[in-house]
């Protein structure tokens, strides 16, 4: 067996183990997000537009991570209408922000790896970085936006609060993960940019090499836009969620 | 609204924050003289030569040459013109379209019958990045005041912490890199944790039940990887290698799930002392049960988060391979395998976190049943 479909069998079973029926459902939605990532890659190598599929794909990983992330179907609607408010926002800052940052396709220090490729592929490689950034956001703000709707759903069963406490309680809430998920991002790009470091320092790199350099600004903005994502999120999941509950009090 | 606009903004931070943010982007508009190599603002482009191109997997694309009439901005040549030469693909894949008002970061210029001449290294990308980060600081202090100052700290501290271990290991010449990492990894889960938590019975269960998993999960696939001969997973491939890939390899294993494992430590961890608060004579069984639960609301999407960074972050070499008339079996392997790998082992270790930590909680909060 190979060392990949091994570690797939651990992971499954302690899913299992741990989660039971969640387990299930945990391991399902991660499934259906690799299926859903490699039908977004096959589509875009079969030329359609990123931004189509980035609009098909996109969606669908968020209500897949957030529907089978979550049981409470009042916490899983706000969140998936919260996240994809957000991610409209973030849509547009990630495309103008790599308009102007061209970090888009191979730099020099890939030149090694893509020697032998034809690099003219016809495909819009600054589309296919603003997709790739853009997919790469979404976890971390499906995650935050589950976190905040949960958090508030149990203030809102307490007690009655008008907007203005009601963002408040978003805030601290907020002010909650907010650490803990920079971590997770910021380790993120640590670990999975710890070679290219290591590289700089190896071969010399001055600081104005590095500050302008490709590779590490995508990783830069890539770990400061899904960051972004995350700070937007605590309002706009708690405006979301008291707009849907004023919608409901109307409708009684 | 206005009562949270006054609630929300602290005036003194924001003054400081606005402050700040120009005197940052007064300095990297007017930093060329502190650079090395010449810098150049691009004055005017004209497009000299349009070409299709077609190659044997039925890619077409433009290949487009540009003449750049640029004003070199320091150096021994400031305030002279420059005319440079570019080429570039209409898909911009190891190439890039310049247009008016760029500054470009050039090799040495060389002087030749009067004529100046150079190539270009790559776009000045400096001001750009620096005022990214600084809207994003300033949105998270604003924000999350406390909490985000905190974060920010944690951040810096812990690049500092990074610096010092990249530059070790090039001391030790790449060789200890899995001792450097673990000894990292300790570093930054302590800094963050005290930083979130402070020093408390909490925060060393916390860092306890973080580091742990991180081990564990990197036990189990090392042990994987052994049993399995390493089959499907080749290291050759790790990017940017400059060192023993294997090791590399598992260091940045280690550091990649660090983060999400914190966060799932402390998320179980602070359940647990909400209970205990709650309900002074809970058991451990009770604590650990309620820790499972936690876990288990929240491993979906925090394991979601990471595989979706990784996969993303492959997307652009693996439509290469994939245009390139390569199988989708020889582009995962080549693009995905190592990624794959490394998820799956920060996966398992969020999975073995949860047991761990409410072990871990449920002993220092929980009353033994036969105490009762």
């Known amino acids: ?252 | 609204m206005m009562n949270a606009l006054k609630k929300f903004s602290h005036w003194p931070v924001t003054i400081l924050m606005l402050a700040i943010g120009t005197a940052l982007l007064i300095f990297t508009s007017t930093n060329e003289r502190y650079y090395r190599n010449p810098v150049a603002k691009i004055e005017q482009t004209t497009i000299t030569q349009h070409q299709s191109l077609h190659d044997e997997f039925n890619n077409t694309d433009q290949q487009i040459q540009q003449k750049i009439r640029a004003r070199i901005l320091n150096g021994r040549y400031k305030n002279h013109q420059i005319i440079l030469n570019n080429a570039y693909t209409k898909s911009q894949g190891m190439s890039h379209r310049y247009s008016r008002g760029q500054l470009l970061i050039l090799n040495p210029i060389t002087q030749q019958q009067g004529r100046l001449s150079s190539s270009i290294v790559g776009l000045k990308r400096d001001r750009l990045i620096t005022m990214l980060l600084w809207l994003v600081m300033t949105i998270l202090v604003l924000s999350m005041q406390r909490a985000g100052w905190l974060a920010l700290l944690g951040v810096l501290i812990n690049t500092g912490f990074l610096i010092i271990m990249i530059k070790v290991n090039n001391l030790l010449n790449g060789n200890q890199i899995l001792l450097i990492a673990s000894l990292a990894a300790t570093i930054f889960t302590l800094v963050s944790l005290t930083l979130i938590l402070g020093t408390s019975k909490k925060m060393l269960a916390t860092l306890i039940a973080t580091l742990g998993g991180t081990l564990l999960s990197v036990i189990v696939g090392v042990v994987v990887l052994k049993v399995t001969n390493n089959k499907g997973v080749l290291f050759e491939t790790l990017d940017y290698a400059t060192q023993q890939p294997i090791p590399l390899f598992i260091a940045e294993t280690i550091l990649g799930s660090l983060g999400a494992v914190m966060d799932e430590a402390s998320d179980i961890m602070a359940t647990l002392y909400e209970l205990k608060s709650v309900d002074s004579k809970i058991t451990q069984a009770q604590l650990f049960k309620s820790g499972i639960k936690v876990g288990e609301a929240i491993m979906g999407p925090l394991i979601n988060v990471l595989f979706l960074i990784f996969i993303a972050d492959t997307i652009t070499m693996s439509l290469l391979y994939l245009r390139n008339g390569n199988s989708w079996g020889y582009t995962f392997s080549m693009n995905m395998g190592l990624g794959m790998v490394q998820s799956l082992i920060s996966g398992i270790g969020i999975l073995l976190t949860i047991p761990l930590t409410s072990c871990c909680g449920a002993y220092l909060l929980g009353q033994r049943r036969d105490n009762q």
């Open chain 1, 1 to 252: 067996m190979s060392t990949i479909s091994v570690l797939s069998t651990i992971l499954l079973i302690l899913m299992l183990l741990i989660g039971h029926k969640h387990g299930w459902q945990a391991f399902l939605g991660l499934v259906i997000n690799f299926v859903l990532l490699f039908i977004g890659i096959a589509l875009m190598a079969f030329q359609i537009p990123p931004v189509i599929v980035l609009i098909v794909v996109g969606t669908s990983i968020l209500a897949v991570t957030i529907f089978t992330g979550n049981d409470d179907l009042a916490v899983t609607t706000t969140s998936f209408w919260s996240s994809l408010i957000v991610l409209v926002i973030l849509s547009g800052l990630i495309v103008l922000v790599n308009y102007h940052a061209m970090i888009q396709g191979f730099s020099n220090e890939q030149s090694d790896e893509v020697a032998g490729f034809s690099v003219q592929i016809g495909i819009s490689f600054l589309q296919i970085a603003t997709v790739s950034m853009i997919f790469s956001s979404l976890g971390a703000i499906a995650e935050a936006s589950i976190a905040v709707a949960t958090g508030l759903e149990e203030v809102l069963e307490h007690q009655q609060l008008s907007t203005t406490q009601f963002l408040l309680s978003g805030f601290h809430i907020g002010q909650q993960i907010i650490g803990t998920t920079l971590n997770t991002l910021f380790f993120g790009l640590f670990g999975s940019s710890l070679a290219l470091f290591i590289w700089f320092s190896q071969l010399n790199y001055s600081l104005e090499q590095i500050i302008n350099n490709q590779i590490l600004g995508q990783a830069l903005i890539e770990l400061l836009m899904s960051f972004l994502g995350v700070l937007l999120i605590v309002p706009v999941t708690t405006l979301v969620l008291k707009h849907r509950q004023l919608d409901k009090q109307n409708q009684q």
